[in-house]
Nanobody
Framework: QLQLVESGGGLVQPGGSLRLSCAAS????????ISWFRQAPGKEREGVSC????????NYADSVKGRFTISRDNAKNTVYLQMNSLKSEDTAVYYC?????????????????????WGQGTQVTVSS
C-alpha cells in the first residue's frame, strides 16, 4: 500500500540531537513536496518545515529555524529532518506529509496542505 513511514524519534536530553526519517513505500517522492508537522499534548498541530520536490526550496517555522535542517535523498526515497539543540518545547509527535502538486507552495501558513499522504508519526521527547 502507498504510505509514508517516519522513524528516528526517541528520548533525548535538552541540547541533544535526533534525525527523523520519512520514507515512502509504494511510490516515489521525487515529485512530491514533503512537510514535517508536530503536535504536542494539548496543542494544535503546527508546521515545522517543508522542502520542495527538487530540494531547492526549504522553509522552517521560526521556532526551529537555525536548529533544524530538512533535506531529501530522492535516490533513497527518503526525506530527513535533522534536529539539533533540542528543547523541551520540541517534545511532540512528528508527522511527515506529502503532496504532488507543481503549483503548491510549501511555505507558511499551510505548509503545502492539503496533502496526499500522511505518516503515522514518531514520538520525540526532550527531557532531562
Amino acid at each position: 500500500q502507498l504510505q509514508l513511514v517516519e522513524s528516528g524519534g526517541g528520548l533525548v536530553q535538552p541540547g541533544g540531537s535526533l534525525r527523523l526519517s520519512c520514507a515512502a513505500s509504494g511510490f516515489t517522492l521525487d515529485y512530491y513536496i514533503i512537510s514535517w508537522f508536530r503536535q504536542a499534548p494539548g496543542k494544535e498541530r503546527e508546521g515545522v518545515s517543508c522542502i520542495s520536490s527538487s530540494g531547492g526550496r526549504t522553509n522552517y517555522a521560526d521556532s526551529v529555524k537555525g536548529r533544524f535542517t530538512i533535506s531529501r535523498d530522492n535516490a533513497k526515497n527518503t526525506v530527513y529532518l535533522q534536529m539539533n539543540s533540542l528543547k523541551s518545547e520540541d517534545t511532540a509527535v512528528y508527522y511527515c506529509a506529502a503532496v504532488r502538486n507543481p503549483f503548491r507552495l510549501c511555505s507558511p501558513p499551510n505548509w503545502g496542505h492539503p496533502f496526499d499522504y500522511w505518516g503515522q508519526g514518531t514520538q520525540v521527547t526532550v527531557s532531562s
